[in-house]
Structures are given as structure tokens and as C-alpha cells.
């Protein structure tokens, strides 16, 4: 038991910080080429990555309620990773990676619906500590509070729910299907969908040729957010969901990092103190959940 809890902590932080990197891509991915079109790349590259393991278990698909699972995953994965790359494209990533955390409290409340998960009042409070880191770190002035918030703070709200969602529901399918499958279904489903989108607007030979310009930026986008996806799934299947996702959320420590250093991002000193307040709460909570 304590070898599996060991093995799943190291998958988390590796999650952690495959997604550091995965975002700080993904920001510049969406910046050049579009939002449909990254998560066009990212589904591709991840299928064909995970399409060895999934031989296997290829099966398991035929199964009604597993092919309902996995599909709802794959539409509501589409949906949030849009809002997400949305709000990575408008504001900083070294600001809209903390107020993705948001998705940590959703991860929580659901895995204590669905999984009976405990919170304790540490974890409340810590809870509490980083709601209000995020209010510190997505206020640019507080002299015009109402209309001086950063850009894509509002769509990195909405992305931060759905990304609890998509966190709930990976870890659930990890578990009544399996981990690879649970990541690989799904993607096929959002990149197929992201494939309508581009024959509507672009069109498939300028997708291509965008991808193939940027194709270093594409390529190492896509094989980061695969394997964060990867690692996490394997870590929720045998250790609680909200102990992992709130290791995997000391993420955004490493994209403040890349967004100051390569992005030449600035941040207030209140938006420093709110990022390093969430950070460490997250760190906190995931070694005393």
C-alpha cells in the first residue's frame, strides 16, 4: 500500500510539472496558429503516442456505458480545453495558471459526492487560503476593481470548472475502465470535433501548414500535455482524487517562472503574494489531505 501511494505522489508531481511546460506551449501554440488548432495537434499527437497501449484494451469501447463515459469526457474535454486556451492566449500565463487552481475545489466537492472522499477543516481552510490567493493574483488594481481585472481572468474561471470536471471525470473513468483509455478515447472525440471546426473555417491544408511552420512549438506541446494527462490518470486510479490534483496544482509555480523569465511577463507585488499564498496552500493540502 505504501509503494502505491509513493508510485502515485511521483506521478502527480511528474503531472505537475509536465503541465508547467505543457501550458507555457500551449500559450505560444495558440498565439500563433489558434485555439481549435492546438487542441487539434494535441489530440492527434496524444493518440498516436498512446495508440501501442491501447491495442489491448481497444474492447472495452464496445461497452455501452463505458462508450457514454468516454464520449461525454471527450465533449466536455473539448469544450474546457477551448476556454482554457482561450484565456492562456489573452492574458498571462503566469496569471491565469493560479486561477486555474479553481479547479482543485471543484475536484473536491465532487470526489466528495461521488467517491465519499473526507474534507477536514485544514482543508477548508486551506481551501479558503487559496480563493484568496486567486483573488490577489487576478486583480490588476484595486483603484477600479470592477474593471481593472486581468485579460482572460473570466473565461480562466470558467475553464478552471470545467477542468475540475474533466480532473473528476478522468479519474473516474481511470478507474471503471482504465487509465489509458480513459485519456485516449476521449481525445479522439475532442480532436474530431476540432477537425469540423477547422474544415468550417480554415481548412485542413492551412491547418497543416501551420503545424508544420510551428512544428517544434506543436510537437512539444503536444507530447507535454499527454504526458501530464498520462501521469495523472495513472496517479488517481489508486490513491484518493483530491490528494492528487492537489499536488498536481503546484504547477503554476513553474509557469510563473517560464512566464517572468522567457514571456518578459510583469506582475504586481499583491499578484506575487497571491500566487506564492495559493501555491503553498495547494503544496499544503496535498500532504495533509
Not at 503531472?15 to 485555439?35: E, P, S
Not at 522567457?262 to 489531505?289: D, P
Amino acid at each position: 500500500m505504501i509503494g502505491v501511494i509513493e508510485t502515485s505522489i511521483l506521478f502527480a508531481f511528474g503531472a505537475m510539472l509536465f503541465w508547467a511546460f505543457g501550458d507555457f506551449f500551449i500559450q505560444k501554440c495558440t498565439r500563433k496558429i489558434g485555439n481549435v488548432e492546438s487542441l487539434a495537434f494535441i489530440g492527434l499527437i496524444g493518440s498516436i503516442l498512446l495508440l501501442p497501449f491501447i491495442i489491448s484494451q481497444f474492447s472495452s469501447i464496445f461497452n455501452f456505458q463505458n462508450f457514454l463515459i468516454l464520449s461525454v469526457l471527450g465533449v466536455i474535454t473539448f469544450v474546457g480545453a477551448i476556454l482554457n486556451f482561450e484565456a492562456l492566449k489573452q492574458g498571462k500565463l503566469s496569471i491565469i495558471d493560479v486561477i486555474i487552481e479553481l479547479e482543485l475545489p471543484v475536484v473536491i466537492i465532487l470526489a466528495f459526492i461521488f467517491f465519499k472522499e473526507t474534507l477536514s477543516l485544514k482543508q477548508a481552510l486551506l481551501i479558503s487560503l487559496i480563493f484568496t490567493g486567486i483573488v490577489l493574483v487576478s486583480t490588476k488594481s484595486f483603484s477600479h476593481w470592477k474593471t481593472r481585472f486581468e485579460k482572460g481572468i473570466i473565461l480562466a474561471f470558467l475553464a478552471a470548472i470545467g477542468m475540475g470536471i474533466i480532473d473528476f471525470l478522468t479519474s473516474f473513468s481511470s478507474r471503471q475502465i482504465s487509465p489509458i483509455m480513459a485519456i485516449w478515447f476521449p481525445w479522439i472525440i475532442f480532436t474530431l470535433f476540432c477537425f469540423i471546426f477547422i474544415l468550417k473555417g480554415k481548412g485542413f491544408k492551412r491547418f497543416l501548414k501551420d503545424g508544420w511552420k510551428h512544428k517544434w512549438i506543436v510537437l512539444a506541446m503536444g507530447i507535454f500535455d499527454t504526458l501530464a494527462w498520462f501521469l495523472y490518470a495513472f496517479a488517481t486510479l489508486k490513491n484518493e482524487v483530491a490528494i492528487v490534483t492537489a499536488i498536481t496544482e503546484s504547477y503554476p509555480a513553474l509557469a510563473i517562472c517560464l512566464g517572468v523569465w522567457f514571456n518578459k511577463e510583469k506582475i504586481n507585488w499583491h499578484q506575487w503574494l497571491g500566487a506564492v499564498l495559493a501555491l503553498l496552500a495547494s503544496i499544503a493540502l496535498a500532504f495533509l489531505i
